[in-house]
């Protein structure tokens, strides 16, 4: 066997293997005589099948099969051998269904992944916009930690997230209350005016207390939604958007939400036990969790200012476009419409591929395993199931590893996120503090 390349451009290489009767003959030979050992074939014992009557049943199938493969892991031994990056698999020249016995030539082209003289470094200097955490939003943060650490009680007056409680009467036209057969009428009723579609049936609810009477409309207050105006009115959903009048709500509850009191047990809840002591230690606590939060879109601002400046520097490289359509888009309408639709997408994955491999970013198993037990822990936390014993979260993440998909998805996530910390700590950083309102400005002009 012989191998011999051919460069088609920079980027595309045409192997060509030329394969002689004897690269195969013997694995075709031994493959029908264990054929003849260990199937049944009607007319024969088994193990007693002359050869000739194998190789005419068998033979065209089997050579065909043998060369195949053998030509194939040529192929690939080629491009393992000369370290070759290349983008998908080898595309043959020529489809073949079946292959004839003797000596043979195959074509093979190859699409080359673009090697770009690309490596982050400290003269490589770039802007890094973190977010000022001010004042107002430790006292907003604050506001809603203590409101989803609160409780809820019976209130005096209703609130702005107050949840109200009583009957629910439909009314006649002039608004005297519908006594007729098939009003609807619902005894124990329950709504949130907060979550209201028109905040003028919210509106309504303002000020009111126990006792008091309310006139609102159902179908505004839903929007419209059929669905939520049948779970407000108990009522089927087929007849729930044909329900358009006013209704009467006689109020006998408001559940009020009273916020969670500054305090030792406060502080062990939210930051757990002996972390937070004291009201000035409470607010530092807070101001770390939202500068966290917000680094989180520093991170994405500086990656896509990081990525811009890679396709502008790099975008204009020579791709394997020919072997790329055959590659990926042969079952395209149009190959070179949807060639364009992708080619910078295309280009962007080239560079994150170089740069990979400048900073030698590899992912293990371990982290992908770190990673899926992180996301199943907080997915189970957001169903209310906080602190779930270590073993029973491990279990699951594994379970969903099995997934082939699940699995990519998170060791590439992994190796994303491992990438762009490695060129944080490479490049220059030229920090800058700026508020909430100029980094929305700063991200919506990148």
Not at 77 to 95: A, F, Q, S, T
Not at 115 to 137: C, F, G, N, R
Not at 158 to 170: A, F, L, R, Y
Not at 259 to 267: D, F, K, R
Request: charged share 30%; no cysteine.
């Amino acid at each position: 066997m012989n191998i011999t390349k051919e460069e088609l451009s920079p980027v595309e290489l045409r192997l060509t293997v030329a394969l002689t009767e004897n690269d195969y003959k013997d694995d075709v030979t031994k493959k029908l005589k264990e054929i003849g050992r260990t199937h049944t074939i009607p007319g024969f014992r088994k193990g007693h099948v002359p050869f000739a009557e194998l190789k005419r049943r068998f033979g065209k199938q089997l050579t065909s099969d043998v060369i195949n493969d053998t030509v194939y892991r040529a192929v690939v031994g080629y491009i393992d051998e000369n370290n070759l990056r290349v983008m998908g698999h080898p595309m043959p020249v020529e489809v073949k269904e079946a292959f004839e016995e003797g000596d043979q030539e195959f074509k093979y082209d190859l699409a080359l992944i673009p090697q770009l003289d690309i490596k982050p470094s400290a003269d490589d200097h770039y802007p890094y916009y973190e977010i000022e955490v001010t004042e107002e939003m430790i006292d907003e943060q604050d506001k809603n930690m203590r409101k989803r650490f609160g409780t809820q009680k019976p209130g005096e007056e209703m609130t702005e997230d107050g949840v109200v409680k009583g009957s629910i009467m439909q009314l006649n036209e002039d608004g005297t209350v519908n006594t007729n057969e098939g009003a609807i009428q619902v005894t124990n009723g329950i709504v949130f005016p907060l979550y209201f579609k028109d905040k003028e049936e919210t509106a309504k609810f303002n000020g009111k207390k126990p006792g008091d009477k309310v006139v609102f409309n159902p179908w505004k207050a839903a929007g419209g939604d059929a669905a939520e105006i049948a779970s407000m009115l108990n009522i089927d959903k087929a007849i729930a958007a044909d329900v358009k009048g006013d209704f009467e709500m006689n109020i006998s509850e408001i559940i009020v939400n009273i916020p969670a009191e500054l305090g030792e047990e406060y502080y062990n809840t939210v930051f757990g036990e002996d972390k937070v002591h004291n009201e000035e230690e409470y607010r530092a606590a807070v101001k770390d969790l939202i500068a966290g939060e917000l680094a989180q879109n520093t991170h994405i601002l500086f990656r896509n200012t990081f990525d811009k400046a890679m396709m502008e520097k790099y975008g204009d490289m020579t791709l394997p476009t020919e072997t790329i359509k055959k590659l990926f888009f042969a079952d395209a309408e149009n190959a070179d419409e949807a060639f364009a639709a992708q080619e910078k997408g295309i280009k962007h994955e080239i560079i994150e591929t170089n740069l990979l491999t400048a900073l030698d970013i590899k992912v293990t198993d371990e982290e992908i395993l770190n990673t899926a037990k992180h996301l199943t822990a907080r997915q189970f936390a957001q169903y209310g199931m906080a602190g779930i014993d270590d073993e029973i979260i491990t279990r699951y993440a594994k379970e969903q590893l099995q997934k082939a998909e699940v699995r990519n998805q998170i060791a590439q996530q992994v190796l994303s996120a491992k990438l762009y910390d490695a060129i944080e700590k490479a490049v220059t950083l030229d920090k800058q503090t700026v508020s909430l309102d100029d980094f929305k400005k700063i991200a919506q002009e990148l």
